[in-house]
């Protein structure tokens, strides 16, 4: 017969199991004086963990499980209720795997396939255990090797975390095995991320009340000198390029900031300003701090943009580049003074029109037609830039004679020194 655990048994049973079975509600502990040998059999528990014994199910009316029995030992069993199971491997359950492991005998190939089948069984202890039993009678197994995290070194099996740690890796939080410094570099970035985004949250506020007027908000964005807050000054400062003129004051301050963080962030902020602002002031305040901290950012930049075929970026490219001049970049220059601009125009109109063709007999064409029209403008901009680095010499937009003139000074006419003997 059974009868309730007396509490001192409840105190030492929970002691043994941890708080797998303390946070089980509805766990039932029954004492059974019967002296019945105890089968091997385990309940998985849905919270983690597992409890081993001798397992039987009681079933509501409906089929499904109302409670599992575990017997731990002869004079003990826990009963658990079946929302609280995962998975119930009783007796009878593991009869297929008794016989399994009685045919696999000292074959290590039979052993791994043992070891496999518990695996699709979810019987993870003995899962791990054939795998050893197999390399226990085949050392070079390699499948087993493998499924147990052995490689090879050039001098025998050994883990696959000894020789990687041996080789200076470490784990990452994903279980990926990097170099230290990567891994430092990754959880530096991780930690500068969520600081940024801080500041992303904390300057939007600043930005709104600064934009009222609020003084001491304007001071605040003044002082700031940590570069984690140079996303948020940038993004703002883009967010804001279409906003009402009477920002400008706190814009250049923006700028003037993205200017003292030199960072990359930062350059390319300053960077899409000069070609992007509408602002004169703004967008050559941008501008001559690039000088400063920026400049190959920005000519790598802007430099592709004189070969655009809008006349409109060309003259934008060539105005910014006229902050950065630099002679070795006049052959880069010249082809840009006459940009061919390319436009398509409809001609005619929609619906069905009368045509005659060289033969004299008419015909009829439906709807009307694209033609692209090629037309050279001239780039005063591009002009000025070139000037810049040529001062008194002025060819107009004679390309030809602006190539010659460089080269001239690349490669001066020799002299011939039989004249001066």
Known sequence: MTSPLPMTLIGRLVTTFGSVIFAMIGVTLIFDASSRPVQAGKVELSGGGQLTGA?????????STAHVVVRIDPEMSVAVPGVHTRRAVGDEDLREYRDRAAAAQQNADAQFELARWCKSQTLLHQYRFHLVRTIDIDPDHQLARAALGFVRDGNGWVSYELLR???????????????????AEREQSDSFDEASKLWIRDFRRLHTRAARGDAEAIAEIQAIDDPIATAAIAGEFARSRSSRSDLRNLRLIYVRLLGKMRNGIAVKALVEAGVLETDALIREEALRLLTQYGASSAVASYLPLLQSNSAKQVKVAARALAFFPDPELAFEYIPALVTEEKTRTPVGSAGTNAAFGNNGVAGLSSGSQIVERTQAIRIPEVLDLIKQIAPGEDYGYDEKAWKKYFADLRNPPRRDLRRDL
């Open 165 to 183: 740690r041996s080789q200076g890796l470490v784990q990452d939080n994903k279980s990926r095995w990097v170099l230290p410094e990567v891994l």
């Open 55 to 63: 397992v039987r199910r009681v079933e509501n009316p409906d089929g």
